[in-house]
């Protein structure tokens, strides 16, 4: 029995050991981890494909736009995603249409703040929109 203990405590001792060694390894993977995140700023915007009139933007004007206007603005890379949409226009009216979905990632500054504005700007101006939907936030990344 005096054997087993002796084991037993040998086994315990090797445990511990074993634990405050790993502990901080652990630690440093997760402090590493966490410095390689980095915060960047996430736009979303939203474009309406409805024109007055009962016409939409066809996938051909929207190429060209995106062509012409999005990408040369950002160049880094941007997301499109096909959805569909609603809300209330400014007659109160509930307007159902296809929409498509930008995302940008990018680092704060106002020179692209400004490329995000004058986007908007330039997409309500071609194809006589009421508004676009911007939506912005802080995002944590890492790659």
Same mark, same amino acid.
């Given at each position: 029995m005096?054997?087993? &203990?002796s084991?037993?405590n040998?086994l315990?001792a090797?445990?511990?050991a074993?634990?405050?060694?790993t502990?901080p390894a652990?630690?440093?993977? &997760?402090t /590493?981890?966490e410095?390689s995140?980095k915060?960047?700023i996430?736009?979303e915007?939203?474009f @309406?494909? %409805?024109?007055? #009139? @009962?016409?939409? *933007?066809?996938?051909v004007e929207w190429?060209?736009? $995106?062509? /012409?206007?999005? =990408?040369? /603005?950002?160049?880094? #890379? $941007? =997301?499109?995603?096909?959805?569909? #949409? !609603?809300?209330?226009?400014?007659? @109160? *009216?509930?307007?159902k249409e296809?929409?498509k979905?930008? +995302? +940008?990632i990018?680092?704060?500054? %106002?020179t692209?703040?400004?490329m +995000?504005?004058d =986007?908007?700007?330039?997409? &309500? !101006?071609t194809f !006589?929109q009421?508004a +676009?939907? /911007? *939506?912005t936030?802080? *995002?944590?990344?890492?790659?």
């Amino acid at each position: 029995m005096l054997l087993n &203990k002796s084991f037993q405590n040998s086994l315990n001792a090797i445990t511990l050991a074993s634990l405050l060694i790993t502990t901080p390894a652990c630690t440093n993977l &997760k402090t /590493r981890a966490e410095s390689s995140q980095k915060t960047l700023i996430k736009e979303e915007l939203y474009f @309406g494909l %409805s024109k007055p #009139g @009962g016409k939409t *933007v066809s996938e051909v004007e929207w190429q060209q736009f $995106l062509n /012409r206007v999005i =990408t040369p /603005r950002f160049k880094d #890379g $941007l =997301t499109v995603i096909d959805a569909n #949409g !609603q809300y209330l226009n400014s007659s @109160g *009216v509930l307007v159902k249409e296809k929409s498509k979905v930008i +995302v +940008v990632i990018y680092e704060n500054s %106002s020179t692209k703040n400004k490329m +995000v504005k004058d =986007t908007i700007s330039n997409y &309500k !101006q071609t194809f !006589q929109q009421e508004a +676009v939907l /911007r *939506v912005t936030s802080n *995002v944590k990344v890492s790659f």
